[in-house]
């Protein structure tokens, strides 16, 4: 079997679609997460112990299933609730849940890198809880926070792979039907390598430049 690169002109629009597919459930899951994990955070930080038991449930169990039962029992089990959503939803919630306890974590760990005696100091001010969260303790934690986060969502982007199981048509679903209509394989996993590696890079370009500008 030799290399075909003219395989490319019948099948490229088509990995394409499955890289742009790819791209936006990512990012849709991206901000989902990023919003459930910086509310988990900040319940998890309250005095009422409830509340903790319920966030550290959460991540607990986002820590403990993996990612592809968790979207079978959304995809195939959410009917049984009257839950019928289209695969590409299922898979944005599903990731966008899953992650959200990874990102609770890297925001957790932020709060806590911030001296208590800043703490203390802008309470003896008269700072409320609100503007000692957004004046002090989330400008400082987001640049110690950039690194662990663009790590996570390159996590969930190699982790969107497995939503081709619940039929949605990103990369790697087009990238089998390339091979299943074809009977070749190295033009399509090469293909799909390079599409996910460019996304991948872009995602840590981005997170260098926001590092940067925040450091400055």
Known sequence: ????PSLYLQYGPLL???????????????LIGI?????AALIGATP??????????????MRGVPILILLFILYYGGPSFGLRWRAETVGIIGLGVYSGGYFAEIFRAGFQSIPAGQIEAARMIGLSSGQIITRIKLPQMLLLIIPPMINQIIILIKESAVLSIITVAELTKNTAQFVNETYAVIEPYLAAALLYWLLI????W???????????
């Open 201 to 204: 890079e872009l995602v840590s």
């Open 1 to 4: 079997m030799t290399f075909d």
């Open 16 to 30: 394409l679609q499955g890289f742009a597919t790819t791209a936006w459930i990512c990012l849709f899951a991206t």
């Open 48 to 61: 009422f112990a409830p509340l903790r038991w319920l966030v550290r449930t959460y991540i607990e169990v």
């Open 206 to 216: 981005l997170g260098r430049a926001i590092e940067r500008r925040v450091s400055y």
């Open 35 to 39: 919003g459930i994990g910086l509310a």
